[in-house]
């Protein structure tokens, strides 16, 4: 059988990375990483101690110093073979096969591939470290050699993979999903909106203040101009304004209505100006050219 004549098979279409259903698709393979359980994350987490303990040293002689270049898991084809690839590449089988919807070429389940990986990657630690020399008979040098810490390790690790990657189908506990589900919405009280944000029916929008969604401008508003907040309680009227000269004691620059920090204009002592409006603490004056603005500073002017 050829390679193309399967992959084909398991590539469904292509979707839009952050759905909705907490999967992420790359290039047509489809991951679900909540489909990943505490077991898979013991056989991950006994991976990467293998991966580890594969660059330490493979042998422990007695007497040698510490300075001493052993080789580590990665000198000897046989490890290397037998224990951390197949090892990782058994973790790697039983941990996608859950997240990814793999091919069965011939037939054959890829998890059950991988936890036989597993297994197999166990075996060969355990025979290495009972004769890591692997039979070879140096004299009496023979007797001074051992299994070395990155063996040891990796006997543990795959050990703690296999019995994992066997386990998690049986232990309810493994079973209990790797990354925790999101925990749903709080009902919210009848009639009472979402949570404020952008976007959200009734949120505020920018500019908006208590505007109610769906709310449309007041008649002579100009048109995209928001409706101004009601008050809630009735507001004492506010006192009529008489328009009245005046003068300014120092030279004083008038601003545009608009809020525009560009003076219009600036007012000059020893000339009269009418005040036609109150703008907050300012006033609304008119020059003798007919000119309005805004006078921020009313300190000190005289009244005419």
Do not use: C, H
């Not at 279409?13 to 909540?34: Q, W």
């Not at 009472?192 to 952008?198: F, N």
């Amino acid at each position: 059988m050829t390679v193309g004549a399967w992959i084909p098979s398991y590539a469904p279409a292509a979707r839009t990375i952050g759905s909705t259903d907490d999967e992420t698709t790359y290039e047509g393979l489809e991951v679900n990483i909540r489909s990943l359980t505490r077991g898979d994350g013991v056989v991950i987490g006994a991976a990467v101690l293998l991966f580890i303990a594969s660059f330490l040293d493979l042998y422990s002689v007695d007497g040698a110093p510490d300075d001493a270049d052993l080789p580590s898991a990665w000198a000897s084809g046989p490890v290397v073979m037998g224990v951390v690839l197949a090892g990782i590449i058994g973790a790697a089988l039983v941990v996608v096969s859950r997240g990814m919807q793999l091919p069965k070429p011939a037939g054959l389940d890829l998890g059950q591939v991988g936890i036989a990986f597993t297994i197999f990657a166990a075996w060969s630690a355990l025979g290495n470290v009972f004769d890591p020399l692997s039979a070879a008979d140096y004299g009496s040098s023979s007797d001074t050699v051992s299994a070395g810490i990155g063996l040891i390790l990796a006997l543990v690790a795959t050990l703690v993979m296999a019995a994992a990657a066997v386990a998690t189908p049986l232990v309810p506990a493994l079973q209990a999903g790797l990354v925790p589900a999101p925990k749903p919405p709080q009902p919210q009280p009848y009639g009472a909106q979402p949570p404020g944000g952008y976007g959200y029916p009734g949120a505020q929008q920018p500019g908006q203040q208590g505007q109610p969604y769906g709310g449309q401008p007041q008649p002579g508003q100009p048109f995209g101009a928001q409706p101004q907040q009601q008050p809630s309680a009735p507001q004492p009227p506010a006192a009529e304004f008489s328009p009245f000269w005046f003068a300014v004691p120092v030279p004083r620059p008038l601003f545009a209505e608009d809020g525009s920090p560009t003076p219009i204009a600036e007012l000059a002592p020893g000339t009269w100006y009418l005040a036609v409006e109150q703008r907050g603490p300012g006033l609304v004056a008119q020059t003798q050219d007919g000119r309005r603005g805004v006078l921020q500073d009313t300190s000190g002017i005289q009244r005419g």
